[in-house]
């Protein structure tokens, strides 16, 4: 069987399981962790009134706290401390109450300290109303602190 | 006296409180709009243990909602509907819970269309958070429906 | 046959050239456009020595410069006058002199005003050494004006 | 008198000059550095015609030459190797052939690794018609190799 992979990925589970534990403000928004693989995110949110901005849509804001999720949980994975350095997001469509969010991170480039992360938030109904891309700094120390290692989980 | 510079202040006030009482999401934040002139707006937010992150400091989504919500008063505040397009933002230090945070949004550029806006996010004791840019995108309509016009407003 | 792929195909190769032609910028740094169709675009380069900074590498706006030029044709590609309105890169490896560089341009979103274009850059060994994300603005008038337009070309 | 003012202004103008002697892309593109100062620079182009677009006029790729030139050297003005990690460039004019562009750098920001820079490109008449940031990073080495620290040059 392919145990680096499945080991990575049980890996990287459970280290967005420890951030997530201590993660207020995802867990404040109703975001959900829906996938987690080595540098590959997929985070969940549904749009609340206390999102809307006065226009009567989701704030901006809202979706790009969802996509710097997927991002910081993608940038994560293998458990090396990894901060949002600078992130740019583009708004292609009003997104109503109600609406299901679905934001996907994934890695574009992953150098000796710094990366470039892309995440594409959709509605359920697959129209795109969001593009993020994040350029992640790599810091000492560990995501989730205390977690062992990606080799003490081959057993997976 | 200065009627047209204290008229547009005056009607940049009204925009933004007709914005703000439709604004679920900046009151749900807690932010505060506490300055407004043509362009420009001053907005406050204290960092409430809702908005940190794994790392127990302020959710990086969190500087760029206060520095968002600085751009669309500041580029709406002459009541013509306007976005955001992009934005780009630069963490540049972390934040612990209880800090009061304060956004500065200057108008950099504005066209006929399009328009650019910096902001700038500190800490009480000056330190600069992050460092947000908005490149700004106007609509049809107004940013708060059913007020009245400038010249309306001459008597103040 | 598949007239309407083939056409507007061929529709996108008449206004790169017709943009060609008159691009003095593009001509001067030797960028090719090696592959057009709508809302795509591959150009190519070779880092010459007059392209080298002060560390001996490629200057880092020689590469905004290719892939900003294969943004360009992407988005104009349908002959709607189209413009940049702003850009992203990301610099992710350094390139020495004498590299070919190619960057594929793709469409990511476009509605009736704006869009948004991711271009990637590599080397000859498949190395991505910049990303760069555009986001475009589209304007009156015609990309390569007094070109026939897309309907014209069916016999192709 | 200020020694350490002057040291500094003497030393960074001394790195400039270190590093504009092997800089081929910014004298190719005519750029010359017009004041240079600790974390501040301005540049200098003048438009050509192998800088114009197909469009007829200066390629946004230009401007962002002459903005990334400015960035360059103030963000290395104190001879510790600094690189650009990711920029973002807004357009907001089209520029003529035959302008004189002026890019002032400033320090927005700057941290043990990473800094921000602000550079605002203007013709001669004042229009405002680039804003540029960029987000830099520190490597190990100096911007000009074997040149004499800052102490060294007090007798300034």
């Given amino acids: 069987m392919g145990a680096n992979a499945n080991g990575s990925g049980h890996f990287a589970r459970a280290v967005a399981a420890g951030m997530y534990a201590h993660d207020n403000a995802a867990r404040s928004w109703g975001v959900e962790i829906a996938e987690i693989r080595p540098h590959y995110a997929v985070a969940r949110m549904t749009v609340r009134d206390d999102m809307l901005n006065s226009h009567g849509v989701c704030h901006g804001a809202m979706l790009f706290a969802l996509a710097d999720t997927a991002f910081a949980y993608a940038s994560n994975s ?78 997976d």
Same sequence: chains 1, 2, 3, 4.
């Fill in 78 to 155: 293998e458990n090396r401390a990894t901060l949002a350095n600078s992130c740019t997001i583009t708004f292609t469509e009003a997104v109503p109450a109600g609406a299901v969010l679905t934001a996907v991170a994934e890695k574009r480039s992953r150098g000796r300290r710094t990366g470039v992360y892309d995440v594409t938030v959709t509605t359920g109904k697959g129209a795109v109303v969001a593009l993020f891309r994040g350029n992640s700094y790599e810091v000492r120390g560990e995501s989730a602190p205390g977690l062992a290692g990606p080799r003490d989980t081959s057993e």
